[in-house]
């Protein structure tokens, strides 16, 4: 093994690297840009960006391979089905052993990003954006519209523990197609 190193203050010997750094950098800006989340989640967009960045097919590796198949030596794709959209609202289901027999059954929160080994996403709380919830119950509100105001709370009464998260309610329209432009 043989030690290289470059120049002080010149990243253009470092290539590879430094390219795979602006892909995440300017993913993370355009999850912030697009949520309209404030800046401090800059690092939970990052690990999100690199969580679906490995799990992605990448140009420079042959038969549309991904990273998490290589780096962890799978003859399979991964599951993307947990996939949601960055920063959107969702309504997380509060475990009993955290409630008391009258308190709500349900939160609103901001959907982060992903549990890095298990099936599960991870949330902070509009009010108190420090603390991260990790969660398997969750309904999301992936409609652009509530992006920009406060959903109502959905009913989540059905759930139970053992339960799986019921589909989103989908909403019907009233709005007609908007005139041609002349």
């Not at 967009?45 to 097919?57: D, E, G, K, S, T």
């Not at 140009?59 to 030596?73: K, R």
Request: glycine share 2%; with cysteine; proline share 7%.
């Amino acid at each position: 093994i043989v030690r290289q190193v470059t120049v002080v203050y010149t990243p253009q010997q470092n290539g590879h690297a430094e390219r795979a750094m602006r892909t995440i950098a300017n993913t993370v800006r355009a999850m912030l840009a697009d949520s309209g989340r404030k800046p401090s989640l800059w690092a939970e967009a990052a690990l999100a960006a690199v969580f679906l960045h490995n799990r992605l097919p990448n140009s420079t590796i042959p038969h549309a391979v991904t990273l998490w198949q290589i780096f962890l030596n799978h003859d399979y794709k991964p599951d993307l089905s947990m996939s949601r959209i960055w920063g959107c609202s969702a309504f997380i289901r509060l475990a009993s052993a955290h409630r008391k027999k009258l308190d709500e059954r349900a939160t609103e929160a901001i959907f982060v990003g992903y549990h890095q080994h298990e099936m599960a996403w991870r949330f902070v709380r509009p009010h108190n954006q420090r603390q991260i919830i990790e969660s398997r119950d969750a309904i999301f509100l992936e409609n652009p519209s509530n992006f920009s105001q406060r959903a109502t709370h959905p009913d989540l009464t059905g759930l139970e523990d053992d339960d799986t998260v019921p589909p989103l309610l989908e909403v019907d329209s009233d709005d007609e197609d908007p005139p041609p432009h002349a």
